[in-house]
């Protein structure tokens, strides 16, 4: 899969800043919480530049460039949940000691649902209080510290996106309005 410049910067920033075993920051009181809130408060800031700084910008405001789902054919720029996803997947092909996705009780891409209970709790909690969900869950024989951040539609570009897809579930997003939730999940064992 071609991994564009800007995607491999954003995930080697991201990995190297935090791939550190769990064991290291619990000696040094680092809860997996306040790791898990730091690579969200990363995740979260690239994700909203990129937004409204790329996306935004050059396709509602210059309309020089638009950003579309099949992107490499159209020669666009990538979607941010796609920017979001093509992170993640580097991430964990780094083995990096924690894993992220984005997911939504309404997802355009069907394999953006939650997958686990504590996950559609999660995501029910970031919709409806607008805060962030934490847990811990077995997935398979590993226990994990699980957390769901609301994913807020930070720009004109997200609304639009999401209410005229055609495989949306939900045509009434407005701005400022949760639309699913990041998952971050760091192994406990």
């Known amino acids: 899969m071609k991994q564009n410049k800007l995607t ?12 550190v075993p769990v064991s290291v920051f619990a000696q040094k009181n680092i809860t ?24 935004n910008r050059l396709q509602n405001e210059e309309e020089v460039l638009t950003a579309e789902e099949h ?20 991430v964990n092909e780094k083995d990096a000691g924690f894993t992220y996705a984005l997911l939504s009780l309404w997802p355009i891409n069907k394999q953006n649902k939650p997958k686990t ?4 709790k999660g995501l029910e909690h970031a919709a409806k209080n607008g805060k962030n969900f934490y847990g811990e869950e077995k997935l398979g024989k590993k226990t994990y510290f699980t957390a769901v951040y609301p994913d807020v539609a930070v720009s004109e570009a997200c609304v639009k996106c999401h209410n005229e897809h055609i495989d949306t579930p939900r045509k009434d997003f407005k701005l400022g309005d949760v ?10 064992d």
């Open 8 to 19: 491999a910067l954003w995930t080697t920033l991201v990995v190297s800043l935090f791939a």
């Open 32 to 55: 997996p919480q306040k790791m898990a809130d730091a690579i969200f408060a990363v995740i979260e800031s690239d994700r909203t530049v990129y937004t409204r700084n790329v996306v």
């Open 71 to 90: 992107w490499q054919e159209e020669q666009a720029l990538p979607l941010p949940a796609q920017m979001l996803r093509m992170g993640a997947e580097r």
């Open 117 to 120: 209970e504590l996950e559609k």
């Open 179 to 188: 639309m699913g939730g990041v998952v971050i999940r760091i192994p406990l």
